[in-house]
């Protein structure tokens, strides 16, 4: 048993360095808002989501919900601090005034709905085995609408064949996190954390099957750049449509920083 204990503090300190790592791959990403001035085709919603995930994931790993939880806690925890710098980010950059109040309501609703699952299920289960259940399921349900959300940026990578929008790194650190966090679950079996995170190996695999196979088709010159930022092309043409289709791609823009146990 003890050997057993050691491998799963070894999988699980593991598991927080890639899911560390994982909080930082959408730097390039803020690192080109930053030098565009402009969030352009990249949607706010990943991020509060992803924030309200790991928020989530604290409040399963705290001892009076699920004791031996600790490495839990702490990767959860350090993700809530990067997800809530990313969100700022975002509402600094966004041009878009729709995009963000649609981003400041969703950060509101979020604050609500959590505030309301912490204090309904510690006052009205007593015990560790029905706060592992409620929270656990809710981690669930949450893990896999969020793992469903890069689903629609991968359709549009193979309509687009690009891409563009989709950062390889953040597939990666996906795949990578899923995987591990699905290991550390087996190690003393919980379904909480097994299910989701298999669930988030598996599709960030399938990501990094399209990058491989749609990464030559992909145009990264500045002239499409421009086009589908709508600023005038070298004809004096402005391309307001592939505008409206950036700013209107919704959730899938990004992909989903989640899966984090």
Same mark, same amino acid.
């Given at each position: &048993? ?26 390039? %990403?803020?690192?080109?808002? $930053?030098?565009? *001035? ?18 989530? $994931?604290?409040?399963?790993? &705290? ?43 969703? @950060? ?23 706060? %592992? ?20 940026? &991968? ?25 591990? $966090? ?20 598996? @599709?960030?695999?399938?990501? @990094? ?8 088709? %992909?145009? $990264? ?5 421009? *086009? ?15 505008? *409206? ?17």
């Amino acid at each position: &048993m003890a050997i057993v204990d050691t491998i799963r503090l070894v999988v699980g300190i593991i598991g927080n360095i890639i899911s560390v790592f994982l909080f930082l791959s959408p730097l390039p %990403t803020f690192v080109n808002v $930053w030098k565009w *001035k402009s969030t352009r085709g990249y949607s706010g919603f990943p991020y509060p989501m992803t924030l309200l995930n790991c928020a989530l $994931w604290v409040l399963y790993g &705290m001892p009076f919900v699920h004791p031996h939880s600790i490495l839990v806690v702490t990767v959860n925890g350090a993700g809530v601090l990067f997800e809530a710098v990313y969100t700022i980010f975002f509402l600094i950059f966004c041009k878009n005034k729709s995009e963000k109040r649609r981003v400041v309501g969703l @950060l509101a609703l979020i604050f609500v709905f959590f505030a309301a699952v912490a204090s309904l299920s510690l006052t009205l289960e007593h015990t560790h085995k029905r706060r %592992t259940l409620v929270i656990g399921t809710i981690c669930i349900v949450f893990n896999v609408f969020m793992y469903a959300a890069p689903l629609s940026i &991968m359709k549009r990578v193979i309509q687009t064949k690009s891409v563009k929008y989709m950062p390889f790194y953040l597939s990666l650190g996906c795949f990578a996190n899923g995987l591990i $966090w699905a290991v550390y679950g087996c190690i003393h079996f919980d379904i909480n954390l097994v299910l989701p995170n298999g669930l988030g190996s598996l @599709l960030g695999a399938c990501q @990094l099957i399209l990058y491989g196979v749609y990464y030559g088709s %992909t145009r $990264w010159d500045e002239e499409d750049e421009e *086009k589908e930022s709508g600023r005038p092309d070298k004809n004096g043409n402005s391309n307001s449509q592939a505008m *409206k289709n950036l700013s209107g791609a919704g959730h899938g823009d990004n992909v989903d920083r989640n899966g984090i146990p």
